[in-house]
């Protein structure tokens, strides 16, 4: 049993769109021994997923990590979170600048922390298409730079994919490798 927690973080289509994919991979990380957290956060709220203002999104995120922490058992060492497009934003700039958070997987994300702003050194590990029109991969590379140049351990991987969106397929590639780094960052060797 890992013990460790990770909070899975849905991307701007809310967590109806990304359900699908982190009710199967999320329970596969609980079956390793993972607490697994899905927050819904604004899913439902009209128009959320098309703000343009994300100022209120942090909180939302910092609000989770609050009402995970209290949850009995759960070992803020060992705290981790994975998001998707928005969520993988959010979590690493969450835990750059004011959360707990010893870990984080961004998928298809970025993020836009001054450097001055970086006052947590969390590991990072960056997900990105090579060909993401959404969040292009120069985005991901200069967040990866910024963190990097702030002391923050980031890994970087590239998938040789074209879209924005990935296959059940890409999807198990992608929860594996965010297994083995939470695996390395979250799990004290015994």
């Known amino acids: 049993m890992s013990g460790a927690t990770v909070l899975l973080l849905h991307g701007a289509g809310g967590l109806a769109a990304d359900l699908p994919v982190f009710l199967e991979h999320g329970l596969r990380l609980a079956e390793r021994g993972y607490r697994i957290v899905m927050p819904d956060y604004f899913s439902g709220a009209r128009d959320a997923a098309q703000s343009d203002d994300l100022s209120w999104w942090p909180q939302a995120v910092v ?5 995970t922490l209290a949850l009995p058992g759960v070992d803020v060492s060992r705290l981790g979170a994975m998001g998707y497009s928005r969520g993988g934003y959010l979590a690493a700039e ?48 200069r967040w990866a730079r910024i963190l990097s140049e702030q002391g923050v351990p980031v890994e970087t991987v590239v998938l ?8 059940p397929g890409e999807w198990t590639d992608i929860f594996e490798r965010a297994d083995g780094f939470f695996r390395r960052t979250l799990i004290p060797e015994v």
Not at 63 to 67: G, H, P, Q, R, V
Not at 160 to 167: A, G, L
């Open 63 to 67: 609000d989770a990590t609050d009402w």
């Open 94 to 141: 969450v835990a750059v600048q004011q959360t707990p958070i010893r870990a984080v997987v961004g998928v298809a994300s970025a993020g836009n922390v001054k450097p001055r702003e970086i006052v947590r050194r969390p590991s990072v590990m960056l997900i990105h298409a090579a060909g993401d029109p959404v969040i292009p991969p120069h985005r991901t590379k």
């Open 160 to 167: 040789n994919v074209r879209r924005h969106h990935f296959r």
